[in-house]
């Protein structure tokens, strides 16, 4: 049965489409990696570790301890950060399941203190990443990568989330 809960679905997605934005970047030699565009945060890897170091931070929040120095600044391989994507989403999702969407949490940054709700968080986290994967997709484009991998919610909800025990290959 397909998933129906929207934030399961912006999680499971959010995971998936990370994945297969990674996997296309472990074909690439390591200077199109790490080749600076106009863009986002400025190299395919930059942006990626962008990602992988919003979700850490606010699961960080979400799960009530203190924030864990920042991803950014260190040279990783795609392979380095699908391990940490594994390990990033995990603990993202056993965070979100561990209270009600509905219940506040309260971190800080700059100095300055914030308070969510918890579904808040995660829909921002999720559409977070959302947003810097069209940025690479954009990069992966310009490097000529054809073709490009799948990381809208419909093209995971069509080949990714099971219907009757099923996946579809192509969206």
Not at 31 to 42: C, L, N, S
Not at 99 to 110: A, F
Not at 127 to 141: D, K, S
């Amino acid at each position: 049965m397909p998933t129906s809960e929207p934030i399961d679905i912006l999680l499971r997605q959010n995971r998936w489409a990370t994945r297969n934005l990674l996997e296309s970047c472990e074909a690439l030699p390591s200077e199109q990696f790490h080749q600076r565009f106009e863009i986002g945060p400025g190299s395919l890897h930059d942006t990626i570790t962008h990602i992988l170091a919003a979700m850490r931070g606010w699961g960080d929040m979400l799960a009530g301890r203190d924030q864990r120095p920042r991803l950014e600044g260190e040279q990783r391989t795609p392979q380095d950060l699908l391990d940490l994507l594994d390990e990033i989403s995990d603990d993202l999702e056993a965070s979100a399941k561990a209270h009600p969407m509905d219940e506040m949490v309260s971190g800080s940054r700059g100095g300055k203190s914030y308070t969510f709700a918890r579904g808040g968080v995660l829909t921002h986290v999720t559409t977070h990443g959302m947003h810097h994967r069209a940025q690479c997709l954009n990069m992966l484009r310009k490097l000529g990568v054809d073709p490009l991998p799948p990381c809208a919610v419909v093209e995971w909800i069509l080949m990714a989330d099971p219907l009757d025990g099923k996946s579809s290959t192509a969206p």
